[in-house]
């Protein structure tokens, strides 16, 4: 996702038409899908005549390392460093879910935030969030780098809730066969090792994570809350590939209150608005479902 600045003319002599080519580069060629095409008209007056501007030439393709933020703000210190490997696996159940360091995610029984608020000083046990929302708890302010990890075929772009983060380096990552495909046909990487040291890196909400490559992003976590990181095609979303950052709980209890129209919504809905991820005091999380187990596979 990119936010461009353009500079109206100063006069409405002229009309523009626009025209916008989205193309994803990771499936197939889909006649009206793949790639989209999006026209329109920048109207400067009502029948106004259309100016045809030249296409300009030689456009060459910027890589989001190759920016820099607008903002100047340059590379964040580090207090702590997250991993995370990004994955899909088979189930024992059948089923291929997509995962973060081996955990697929599954909704705990009452949203996140609600637990951050009601659990105290116990809201910096993130075993009680529910073992499927891996929850990972920041403290206020720490600088946070998270290394994302892609071992996989397909790339995937990911998104963090509540905080615009920098992207500071990207390097290789051996890319892990799936099951049933030979080791030669698995394409390899770019060995580039791209950095930022020294300089202003871009900032994002939304990284793209290439086939066999690892970006690593920092943030300050100066927002107190309970925020997803995802990926952002909703397919593999829904298949498990998302955690939560629970951040600064002794903040936000200070801080933030739910509105009543909320809880109520809840408890209409039979949902309960207090405790640990299975609406239970404590250390009780009877009630969440089980975590599916990995398929086993024989060795190669």
């Known amino acids: 996702r990119y936010s461009v600045l353009v500079t109206a003319c100063d006069d409405d002599q002229f009309n523009f038409n626009y025209d916008v080519t989205m193309y994803a580069g990771f499936i197939p060629e889909i006649p009206g899908l793949n790639p989209r095409h999006y026209k329109g008209l920048v109207e400067y007056k009502k029948n106004a005549p259309l100016k045809?501007?030249?296409?300009?030439?030689n456009l060459v393709w910027a890589e989001d390392l190759d920016l820099s933020a607008?903002?100047?703000q340059k590379e964040l210190p580090v207090d702590r460093h997250i991993s995370l490997t990004l994955g899909g696996s088979m189930f024992a159940n059948g089923q291929v879910l997509d995962i973060i360091n081996n955990i697929t995610y599954?909704?705990?029984?009452?949203p996140t935030l609600y637990s951050a608020l009601s659990l105290g000083e116990l809201a910096f046990n993130e075993s009680l969030y529910g073992p499927q929302t891996h929850a990972v708890v920041l403290n206020h302010m720490e600088h946070i780098e998270v290394t994302l990890r892609n071992p996989n075929t397909l790339p995937h772009p990911i998104h963090l809730h509540g905080h615009v983060f920098q992207v500071v380096s990207s390097g290789p990552e051996e890319i892990i066969a799936p099951?049933?495909?030979?080791?030669?046909?698995v394409p390899r990487p770019s060995k580039s090792i791209k950095s930022y040291t020294g300089r202003v890196p871009v900032?994002?909400?939304t990284v793209v994570v290439p086939?066999?490559?690892y970006i690593k992003i920092r943030f300050r976590a100066d927002n107190p809350g309970a925020w997803l990181l995802h990926c952002h095609m909703d397919i593999h979303m829904g298949m498990g590939m998302v955690m939560t950052f629970v951040e600064a709980p002794d903040i936000l209890q200070k801080t933030q209150r739910i509105p009543h129209q909320m809880t109520e919504f809840c408890h209409k809905l039979k949902i309960a608005t207090e405790g640990n991820g299975a609406g239970k005091h404590a250390f009780d999380l009877s009630g969440?479902?089980?975590p599916p187990k990995m398929a086993n596979f024989p060795p190669k």
């Open 52 to 57: 045809k501007v030249a296409e300009p030439k």
């Open 70 to 72: 607008f903002s100047g």
């Open 106 to 110: 599954i909704e705990p029984k009452i």
């Open 179 to 185: 099951v049933g495909v030979s080791e030669v046909d």
């Open 203 to 205: 900032s994002r909400d």
């Open 211 to 213: 086939p066999g490559r």
């Open 288 to 290: 969440l479902p089980k």
